[in-house]
């Protein structure tokens, strides 16, 4: 006799496991089309309407970003003090209470203080975010559930997109002046749909002052290394949109137009694909695991490209594709290492500051990044190339004791999973 087994539904395969997966994804679609929109445009935004160059526009951005790397702590420890919830829908209001001002902003100085203030708000939020995530979720439901949440991040950004190159198409100043006001609209609609989900552990009893006394995230040595090796992984970004584009125009005969269809197949694969990449990354090992795949897809790229020096015609494009493809795998694995990673060696009371110290990490492990990747690569071609798989390489042997030291760090003091979720050994 046949047993019988019931297919699973288009619904439960392509949409996040549960209502509130699903409201939050609804949430990171709504808050990427608002950001998209402005992003997209921002280039010129900057140049035809705040009137900057385009090294005072690049300056300024560098100058918000070091900045706020030195409050990525206090912020987190700011949002277990005030509740996840709360300190994620205040940042959401206050970025789209900001943006309302973009119209009325002139002179680099302007420009300068505005993007500190958008990059202090918008991190304190984004804490707030990851901390209420990993408290909301159940350890089974957690990596899963972000997975969903990063794609939907994936679909509202093209949506975004979108909206921000048909404001371009027109032309028109008034119309690019407006861009801003429409996102400070989707971003304060965002605020209120956070306001409304439900309240996790911690906003129902945030951190007290005595809880917060020390900085236990930084005194995790064994994390910030972790997240530093894990922000060296995360450099597949700066293959991805910076050093193959780069590589494809000076060093290859593949035509400009590629360039297109390799973002392209990049935002359909982070849709379609980063829910199974996510599979087995919520314990240690499997997120160590992925990070291992999201190594070996790195490596792999770095090779495919640097032969495409010395290939003419389709087989040039052919790789490059598929190198772009790889590296976009070396993406998605990347992303379920560092959610079940930072999950599971997170202290639950602090889940804030270890948001922060995992910025921090990752800055360290990532910053160098385009300087170097695009030095080695395109001035030193094949040898340049294996250099930055090296450094891949080292970096992934490097997490998983890295991985172990932070466990022993929690171990000692009592640390546990306050959802149960104990940690694993690497």
Request: neutral net charge.
């Amino acid at each position: 006799m046949i047993e019988y087994r019931p297919v699973a539904s288009l619904a439960d395969r392509f949409l996040p496991p549960t209502p509130l997966a699903r409201r939050l994804s609804m949430q990171s679609i709504l808050f990427a089309v608002g950001e998209g929109t402005f992003l997209t445009g921002s280039a010129v935004f900057f140049t035809q309407i705040v009137g900057l160059s385009a090294a005072q526009v690049g300056l300024g951005l560098t100058i918000a970003g070091v900045t706020t790397f030195f409050f990525a702590v206090p912020l987190g420890r700011l949002a277990d003090r005030v509740g996840p919830k709360r300190m994620w829908a205040l940042g959401a209001l206050g970025e789209g209470l900001l943006y309302v001002a973009w119209p009325w902003i002139t002179g680099f100085g302007a420009f300068v203080a505005m993007m500190i203030l958008l990059e202090l708000v918008g991190g304190a939020g984004w804490a707030g975010r990851g901390a209420y995530t990993l408290d909301i979720f159940s350890r089974e439901e957690r990596v899963r559930s972000l997975a969903f949440m990063r794609s939907a991040l994936n679909i509202g950004f093209s949506i975004g997109a979108l909206l921000g190159g048909l404001a371009l198409a027109t032309g028109s100043d008034t119309v690019i002046r407006a861009v801003p006001l429409l996102t400070a609209a989707i971003l304060a609609a965002n605020a209120l749909l956070i306001t409304r989900l439900p309240r996790a552990a911690h906003d129902e009893s945030p951190a007290e002052p005595t809880q917060l006394i020390t900085p236990g995230a930084l005194r995790n040595k064994g994390f910030l290394a972790l997240t530093t090796f894990d922000g060296v992984l995360g450099t597949n970004q700066v293959l991805l949109n910076v050093v193959i584009p780069l590589w494809l125009v000076e060093e290859t005969d593949a035509p400009r137009v590629l360039l297109a269809w390799l973002f392209g197949t990049n935002t359909v694969m982070a849709v379609l694909l980063q829910v199974a990449a996510s599979r087995g990354a919520a314990t240690v090992p499997g997120a160590l695991r992925a990070a291992r795949v999201s190594g070996a897809f790195f490596v792999l790229s770095c090779v495919i490209v640097l032969v495409t020096h010395d290939t003419l015609g389709w087989v040039t494009i052919a790789l490059v594709w598929l190198g772009h493809v790889t590296v976009t795998g070396a993406e998605l694995y990347q992303s379920a290492a560092h959610w079940g990673l930072v999950a599971e060696l997170s202290d639950p009371d602090r889940r804030g500051e270890y948001q922060g110290a995992a910025v921090l990490g990752g800055t360290l492990g990532s910053v160098w990044a385009p300087a170097a990747y695009t030095f080695l690569a395109m001035s030193w071609g094949t040898p340049g190339w294996l250099l930055i798989g090296a450094v891949v390489v080292l970096a992934t042997i490097g997490m998983h004791p890295a991985a172990r030291v932070a466990e022993r760090y929690l171990q000692p003091a009592g640390v546990g999973r306050s959802d149960g979720a104990a940690g694993q050994p690497a």
